[in-house]
């Protein structure tokens, strides 16, 4: 009897020490688990951000590439417009010393500009006007070249030009009937002149030859205001169909 429960004692803590080792055995291998995932993790981030840091890389590497290019590109170009710029100093200097006739020929050159203003389409009046002032100026100062005053008419003539193919738009300090009030003034080239309320509602065109404007209707009016758009960057370019004078 005595015998038999020394055996179940020992039994009994045989089976304790056994289920701590288990516990033990499953605490370590929970903790394996949980450090593993940990680790996974860290390698994931790892990961996105390596991956992060190459496509930025990339992005920047690329944008490098295309700033070179464009800075050799405007090089270039810098390059082309001063050996151009270079050849026309060289042809006024060059006017200046063999031709007697260049300042009459100037005078004359701003004489006829000043005759197209004036007969012109009205638009951009106090620029183009106090462009015309400052030349008169400019050809009295006896502290300036011939090539120089030569040039500058020259510039004048050439932006008259430019206007001839551009479209645009300015505000006017009176409505389309030229009464004092708000609207924009549009122009097409020199083909036309027109006129659009603040509204949109009504709109004209200049008459060249009476010297005022005529009024236009709601279907001319709507492409007047696109045209308006169009010329302040506010729409796309497209086809505008718009009455214009007739050439006699």
């Known amino acids: 009897m005595f015998r038999a429960g020394i055996i179940l004692l020992l039994f009994l803590a045989s089976g304790s020490a056994s289920a701590d080792e288990v516990g033990e055995a499953l605490d370590a291998s929970l903790a394996a688990q949980r450090a593993a995932r940990e680790s996974q993790?860290?390698?994931?981030?790892?990961?996105?951000?390596?991956?992060?840091?190459?496509?930025?890389r990339r992005a920047a590497e690329w944008q490098a590439l295309q700033l070179a290019a464009?800075?050799?590109?405007?090089?270039?170009?810098?390059?082309?417009?001063?050996q151009q710029r270079a050849q026309i100093e060289a042809e006024l200097e060059r006017v200046a010393s063999t031709s007697t006739d260049l300042m009459p020929l100037t005078q004359r050159m701003l004489a006829e500009l000043e005759t197209l203003i004036a007969?012109?389409?009205?638009?951009?009046?106090?620029?183009?006007?106090?462009?015309?002032?400052?030349?008169?100026?400019?050809?009295?100062?006896?502290?300036?070249?011939?090539?120089?005053?030569?040039?500058?008419?020259?510039?004048?003539?050439r932006s008259e030009v430019e206007y001839g193919y551009s479209l645009g738009a300015e505000e006017a300090p009176a409505d389309c009937e030229g009464r004092p009030g708000a609207s924009t003034a549009v122009r097409i080239g020199r083909v036309g002149l027109y006129c659009v309320a603040a509204d949109g509602r009504q709109a004209a065109r200049w008459d060249a030859t009476a010297r005022r404007w005529t009024a236009l209707d709601g279907d001319d009016?709507?492409?007047?205001?696109?045209?308006?758009?169009?010329?302040?960057?506010?729409?796309?370019p497209g086809l505008l169909v718009l009455p214009v004078q007739a050439t006699p």
């Not at 993790?41 to 930025?56: F, G, I, P, S, Y």
């Not at 106090?130 to 030349?135: C, T």
């Not at 009016?221 to 796309?236: C, D, L, N, S």
């Open 70 to 82: 464009y800075a050799e590109q405007l090089e270039q170009e810098a390059a082309v417009e001063e």
């Open 41 to 56: 993790q860290r390698v994931n981030r790892l990961h996105d951000e390596t991956r992060a840091l190459r496509e930025k």
């Open 221 to 236: 009016a709507e492409e007047v205001a696109r045209a308006a758009a169009m010329a302040r960057g506010k729409a796309q």
């Open 119 to 157: 007969g012109d389409l009205p638009f951009l009046q106090e620029v183009r006007q106090k462009r015309i002032a400052e030349l008169k100026v400019l050809l009295e100062d006896p502290q300036r070249s011939p090539a120089g005053k030569f040039r500058r008419v020259l510039e004048a003539w």
